[in-house]
C-alpha cells in the first residue's frame, strides 16, 4: 500500500525548524483508495521531507 500526502493550500505556513523559512505546512496522509490516515507537517523549502525516524544523521546536536 502506498501513501500520498496532500498538503493543503489554505493551511497556515509555519516556519520551519530545520531551513527556517516560513513553508512549513500540514499534510494529510492519503491512502491509495482515499482514506485518509493521518497527517503530518512538511516544509516545501527543504529538499526532503520525510518521517524517517531514525533521520538524525550528521549535525550538532541542538543545545
Ligand atoms: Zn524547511
Given at each position: 500500500?502506498?501513501t500520498?500526502l ?22 494529510r496522509?492519503?491512502a ?30 541542538d543545545?
Amino acid at each position: 500500500m502506498s501513501t500520498r500526502l496532500q498538503i493543503d493550500p489554505e493551511s497556515a505556513a509555519l516556519p520551519c525548524e530545520h531551513c527556517g523559512h516560513p513553508t512549513l505546512h500540514v499534510a494529510r496522509l492519503v491512502a491509495d483508495n482515499g482514506t485518509a490516515i493521518g497527517q503530518t507537517m512538511v516544509c516545501t523549502a527543504c529538499p526532503r521531507h520525510r518521517a524517517d525516524p531514525r533521520a538524525g544523521v550528521g549535525g550538532p546536536a541542538d543545545g
